[in-house]
């Protein structure tokens, strides 16, 4: 089961509406979900809550000790309440998504993403879970630490709020530990629109229109 969500992002009002703090969007739309609230505490360096459920506590977890630190502030509080690297999702931005596409990932690499390079470090292993939020590429490997500190276009936004909408439909998935129900749920698309059909060839031997 996952018994730690963590959202990603750089703390203060000026990083708020960055691409960099998806992952705060999300752990804000858990919140809601969860009917809890975040509060600062020091102890593990971010915003914290504990939601109370039938099967234990889930804690609920933004550090705020900016994107390059983040594990100082995940390793806190999964080392104090003993909870695993596989019982941790950590949501994040993802360059290599385009807005609006969502995957969840098991382990793997850090894909040079800062927040999660010091996760790794931190707790020692990769074996951790992510919900990768993608935020697109701006095409530039050079420019991307200027993209993920600018706020998107609206369209842009709006895209990413929807996958983040799609993602929470797996929280029940998570908590009981179901992750490849959860993956589907996750990974799930919508429905093509059935094209429409062709009209009907009149009868052989009707007259044809003048």
């Known amino acids: 089961m996952i018994r730690l969500f963590v959202g990603l992002g750089n703390p203060g009002p000026e990083y708020e509406d960055t691409r960099h703090n998806a992952g705060f969007w999300w752990i804000d739309a858990l919140a809601r979900r969860l009917n809890v609230n975040l509060v600062a505490d020091r102890s ?5 809550a504990r939601a109370n459920l039938p099967g ?3 804690w609920l977890l933004q550090p705020q000790t900016y994107m390059n630190v983040s594990g100082k502030s995940v390793a806190a509080l999964a080392k104090f309440f003993k909870i695993l690297p596989s019982e941790i999702l950590v949501a994040h931005d993802e360059l290599d998504l385009l807005p609006g596409q969502v ?11 800062n927040g999660l390079r010091d996760i790794h470090a931190q707790l020692g292993s990769p074996d951790y879970w992510r919900l990768r939020l993608g935020i697109g590429h701006p095409g530039i490997k050079t420019e991307v630490a200027a993209y993920v500190l600018r706020k998107p276009p609206q369209a842009e936004r709006q895209a ?5 909408d799609q993602a929470l439909g797996a929280t029940e998935a998570f908590i009981v530990g179901d992750m490849p129900k959860a ?26 229109p003048e």
């Open 44 to 48: 593990y360096h971010g915003f914290v």
């Open 103 to 113: 995957k969840l990932k098991h382990s793997g690499g850090h894909a040079g993403h």
């Open 160 to 164: 990413i709020e929807k996958c983040i």
């Open 183 to 208: 993956t589907l749920l996750v990974h799930a698309q919508p429905p093509r629109p059935k094209p429409p059909r062709p009209p009907l060839a009149p009868p052989a031997g009707d007259p044809k």
């Open 56 to 58: 234990g506590p889930v």
